[in-house]
């Protein structure tokens, strides 16, 4: 069992406590996590050779630091997690409205307070969580709410001057003492207060109303910013810009195995009332959406396309075959490609469109990538079983809907009824299984979206074709 942690400042000094700065903490700390092998940033996946070394080098380094990136990026939830190298408590002087160090005091009212009490100063214990503040940076920001202001009833109140420390109504910087603030889209905040950040993260120089207080503040000072507002508006001042010390770039997953971890990760699969299944090619077709959509002309990539995009598809889709099998009392929910379709919602309001796009239209758009991702996934798992050379024979497929048949897969059609349709066309179900997308003993939601990925595969080589409405048919010729 723990000791009682002290409860005033003569305990304290009795039990041989000896303050850090904050920035000497979080170096300490991550040291000791460096040595004993622990994961930095947990869930943060795709950064472990780039984005994590030069953070940890920031962090050694003892410097503020901006996080440059686009939308989607795990900009802000790597600063949350700075928190978690934080110790899990500090004490404070009792009623400090800035944290103050119980041994070295810097606001009025503590060192009042130690000249008052002495060693019967009363102590409070602050969590990591609570030494963690964050702001959105936006127009409206004031100098009042980062840094503080002149408070009239405090002075009224207490009998003071208006320049007398007592008087001031702290703001977030001053209350963030001995933790961390992180400011969130830095170019959104008007050049003006950025005036008032830049004396701070040097000397700890302000001025309240034209009074001046002498506050050296003890924090590590991160910011985010997207690099389209960051350069090319040219909103952060140049002096902001010295002074802070590491521009670290965050980018998009570099592989489409980190974006499925991603996407796996933060997406809501799993439903009450039934079970989900989501086949890989599934996952890996709404991954490749994303992908293609950040590689895509047509997409402002000064924008980005984000991850999010990637988690709301799957999320949709999951509901879409969701809100079937509520329909058809299924006891499953599996997701189908028409699912896939079902989620352009998810994609049109993710993607900032350049004039050719617009031209086309966003619905368009998402739609043609649903279909170039799911052609590549059905090349690739042809390449991954019969090797780059090897080539599938379709053609009692094609000929069947070269005779003018055509089938129509209804999204709200049971896995059953799908996989009764798809027997009929002729080496049809054989292709899925030669394919390994699927096996007769398959549920028979998997074997129905295995079907839909071979007909959208030919369907994309313009073997045959697929109508919005989502039937197929012979080819145009």
């Known amino acids: 069992m723990n000791p009682p942690a002290p409860t005033t400042l003569g305990k304290l000094r009795a039990g041989g406590y000896r303050s850090r700065t904050v920035r000497d903490e979080l170096r300490d700390n991550l040291i000791r996590k460096i040595e004993a092998g ?95 503040l964050e702001k959105l940076a936006t127009p409206d920001v004031t100098i009042a709410d980062i840094i503080g202001d002149l408070d009239p009833i405090k002075a009224a109140r207490g009998g003071h001057i208006l320049s007398d420390e007592l008087t001031i109504h702290y703001g977030m910087l001053p209350r963030a003492n001995r933790g961390i603030f992180a400011m969130n889209e830095l170019p959104d905040l008007s050049p003006r207060i950025q005036v008032g950040l830049f004396n701070i993260l040097e000397e700890g120089d302000v001025q309240i109303k034209g009074y001046p207080v002498r506050l050296p503040l003890d924090l590590l000072i991160a910011f985010t910013a997207n690099p389209e507002d960051y350069t090319a508006r040219g909103k952060i001042i140049t002096p902001l810009k010295d002074r802070i010390a590491a521009e670290i770039r965050t980018h998009y997953p570099q592989d489409l195995d980190t974006g499925l971890a991603i996407t796996e990760q933060e997406a809501w699969v799993s439903r009450d009332g039934r079970p989900v299944f989501v086949a ?100 690739e798992q042809e390449v991954q079983v019969k090797g780059d050379d090897a080539e599938m024979d379709y053609d009692t497929i094609i000929e069947y809907f070269e005779s003018g048949r055509v089938i129509q897969v209804s999204e709200d059609a049971t896995a059953a009824a799908c996989v009764q349709a798809f027997g009929q066309v002729p080496g049809l179900l054989e292709a899925a299984e030669e394919l390994e997308l699927s096996t007769p003993d398959d549920r028979d939601g998997v074997r129905a979206a295995a079907c839909e990925l071979v007909l959208e595969g030919l369907a994309c080589d313009n073997k045959i074709s697929r109508t919005r409405g989502g039937a197929y048919r012979a080819a145009a010729r």
């Open 38 to 132: 622990d994961t930095l940033f947990p869930g943060i996946h795709g950064y472990e050779d780039s984005v994590i070394p030069h953070l940890t080098n920031a962090i050694l380094s003892r410097h503020n630091f901006i996080l440059l990136g686009l939308r989607g990026q795990a900009k802000s939830r790597i600063l949350r997690q700075l928190a978690g190298l934080l110790d899990p408590h500090i004490p404070v002087i009792a009623g400090s409205e800035v944290n103050d160090d119980p041994l070295a005091p810097i606001s009025k009212h503590g060192r009042m307070m130690i000249e008052e009490c002495g060693d019967a100063t009363p102590i409070e214990w602050l969590g990591r969580e609570q030494r963690y």
């Open 280 to 379: 890989q090619f599934v996952r890996e077709i709404v991954e490749r959406i994303t992908v293609l959509a950040r590689m895509e002309s047509r997409v402002d990539q000064t924008s980005g396309v984000s991850q999010r995009m990637s988690i709301a598809v799957l999320e949709t889709a999951v509901s879409s075959a969701e809100r079937r099998a509520i329909l058809q009392g299924e006891d499953e929910v599996v997701p189908r490609i028409g699912d896939i379709y079902a989620a352009l919602p998810a994609m049109t309001g993710k993607l900032e469109l350049e004039y050719e796009g617009e031209m086309v239209g966003a619905t368009r758009m998402a739609n043609n990538l649903v279909t170039e991702a799911a052609g590549i996934t059905f090349t």
